[in-house]
């Protein structure tokens, strides 16, 4: 009787067991706890890692956008001017003659007079002013001049500048070209119209300036100085530059398209 009266004696079997389970239950849900903590900590300083990443990727995407602006800016600058803009060219050539002299800063002063009010969006260049941007980005990695800091001369030589037009001459109105449309036309339009204002041969060289404007005035005064001598050296030279652009090229033709030897890298841009 003593001995099964002392086995009550104390918690029963199965009350110890239910504690062992409710402090094990306890132990496992405070493990939890920390794990749940621990994985949300860890979420939070990823977010903050992933925020640090776009912020910078921000920051450069707008310092990338600066750099295009600027690039546009400078390019509006200097666009396409009309040929009854040649006084302007000389007073550009004389300021530029200042600046070797130790006076830049009165042309730095003027370009940015120039500049103010020049806005453009990335998304409206044309094939051609992004062909501009690449040509000045290209020559001033090979150290020379971009194209905008030239000082213009005359392609023709000086033979054909000392011609005196005829007295009474009255330049007729020209037709524009543009670098589009057909150059062979343009061509024929412009040597009729000198003949029925009494102008032939080389004094054609001197008034085709005024019947170009765009793409095709740009080409006109990047040819090199005095290197035109006829009216025939001028239209073969004009052809050869505009009327290829009215071809189709095949992707053969253009991969197969090596740059020739002693070529500047930029007169094969230009040619491919």
Same mark, same amino acid.
């Given at each position: 009787?003593?001995?099964?009266?002392?086995s009550?004696?104390?918690?029963?079997?199965?009350?110890?067991?239910?504690?062992?389970?409710?402090?094990?239950?306890g132990e +496992?849900?405070s493990?939890?706890m920390?794990v749940?903590?621990?994985g =949300?900590? @860890?979420? &939070?300083e990823? $977010?903050? %890692?992933?925020?640090?990443?776009v912020?910078?990727?921000?920051?450069?995407?707008?310092?990338?956008?600066?750099?295009?602006?600027s690039?546009?800016?400078?390019?509006e600058?200097?666009?396409?001017?009309?040929? +009854?803009?040649d006084?302007?060219?000389?007073e550009?050539?004389?300021? =530029?003659? @200042?600046? &070797?002299?130790? $006076?830049? %800063?009165?042309t730095e002063?003027?370009?940015?007079?120039h500049?103010?009010?020049?806005?453009?969006s990335?998304?409206?260049?044309?094939?051609q002013?992004?062909?501009d941007?690449?040509?000045?980005?290209?020559?001033?990695?090979?150290?020379?001049p971009?194209?905008?800091t030239?000082?213009?001369?005359?392609?023709?030589?000086?033979?054909?500048d000392?011609?005196?037009?005829?007295?009474?001459?009255?330049?007729p109105?020209?037709?524009q070209?543009?670098?589009?449309?057909?150059p062979?036309q343009?061509?024929?339009?412009?040597?009729?119209?000198?003949?029925?204002?009494g102008?032939?041969?080389?004094?054609?060289v001197?008034?085709?300036?005024?019947?170009?404007?765009?793409?095709?005035?740009?080409?006109?005064?990047d040819?090199?100085?005095e290197?035109?001598?006829s009216?025939?050296?001028m239209?073969?030279?004009?052809?050869n530059?505009?009327?290829s652009?009215?071809?189709?090229?095949?992707?053969?033709e253009?991969?197969?398209?090596?740059?020739?030897?002693?070529?500047?890298?930029?007169?094969?841009?230009?040619?491919?």
């Open positions: 009787a003593d001995s099964s009266t002392g009550y004696h104390g918690s029963p079997p199965d009350d110890q067991q239910k504690k062992l389970t409710s402090a094990s239950v +496992s849900y493990m939890a920390q749940m903590v621990t =949300a900590m @860890s979420i &939070e990823q $977010l903050a %890692h992933m925020s640090e990443a912020t910078k990727l921000t920051k450069m995407v707008e310092e990338k956008d600066v750099q295009i602006a690039l546009i800016n400078k390019w600058t200097h666009q396409d001017k009309e040929p +009854s803009q006084v302007h060219k000389k550009s050539h004389h300021e =530029a003659e @200042s600046s &070797e002299k130790g $006076l830049g %800063h009165e002063s003027d370009d940015k007079s500049g103010k009010g020049n806005t453009a990335v998304g409206s260049l044309s094939i002013q992004l062909q941007m690449i040509t000045n980005t290209i020559r001033a990695q090979y150290g020379g971009s194209q905008d030239f000082i213009y001369s005359k392609p023709y030589t000086k033979r054909l000392n011609l005196r037009m005829p007295t009474g001459y009255q330049p109105k020209f037709m070209f543009d670098g589009k449309g057909n062979k343009h061509v024929a339009h412009f040597i009729e119209m000198c003949n029925s204002a102008t032939n041969d080389d004094y054609l001197k008034q085709f300036v005024r019947s170009l404007r765009g793409t095709a005035f740009n080409w006109y005064i040819l090199e100085p290197s035109i001598d009216w025939e050296q239209e073969r030279e004009f052809l530059r505009f009327y652009t009215r071809r189709s090229v095949s992707m053969l253009l991969t197969s398209t090596k740059q020739r030897k002693d070529e500047p890298v930029v007169d094969y841009i230009n040619r491919w």
